[in-house]
Nanobody, 126 residues
Framework: QVQLVESGGGLVQAGGSLRLSCAAS????????MGWFRQAPGKEREFVAS????????NYAESVKGRFTISRDNAKNTVYLQMNSLKPEDTAAYYC???????????????????WGQGTQVTVSS
């Protein structure tokens, strides 16, 4: 079992950058597919990015491709989301999620993940 804690959210102006971190507990972090999702008030939870256990393969929502970068440091049990060129529509609570073996593999779907963090708020002003 793994516990996830996000940090790094805040208030930024459009065009700015933020770097989110997700720290994981446990000894098996390196075996987990990791994902980032976001949810704005009154809207459905939305896939943002995912990364395989090795970090060799990443996947991004079309809305963030070219602006966001997901990465991980298995030695630190941490996954990151670097967000550049932020837009007001990026405003949401951002959640870190983990999909451990046996993997579901459908990493763009929230139901595929076994563990979730508490979320960190990102607000982008015009």
């Amino acid at each position: 079992q793994v516990q996830l804690v996000e940090s790094g959210g805040g208030l930024v102006q459009a065009g700015g950058s933020l770097r989110l971190s997700c720290a994981a507990s446990g000894r098996t972090f390196s075996t987990y597919i990791m994902g980032w999702f976001r949810q704005a008030p009154g809207k459905e939870r939305e896939f943002v990015a995912s990364i395989t256990s090795s970090g060799r393969t990443t996947n991004y929502a079309e809305s963030v491709k070219g602006r966001f970068t997901i990465s991980r440091d298995n030695a630190k049990n941490t996954v990151y989301l670097q967000m550049n060129s932020l837009k007001p529509e990026d405003t949401a609570a951002y959640y870190c999620a983990a999909d451990g073996p046996p993997y579901d593999g459908r990493t763009t779907r929230a139901y595929a993940y076994d563990y979730w963090g508490q979320g960190t708020q990102v607000t982008v002003s015009s």
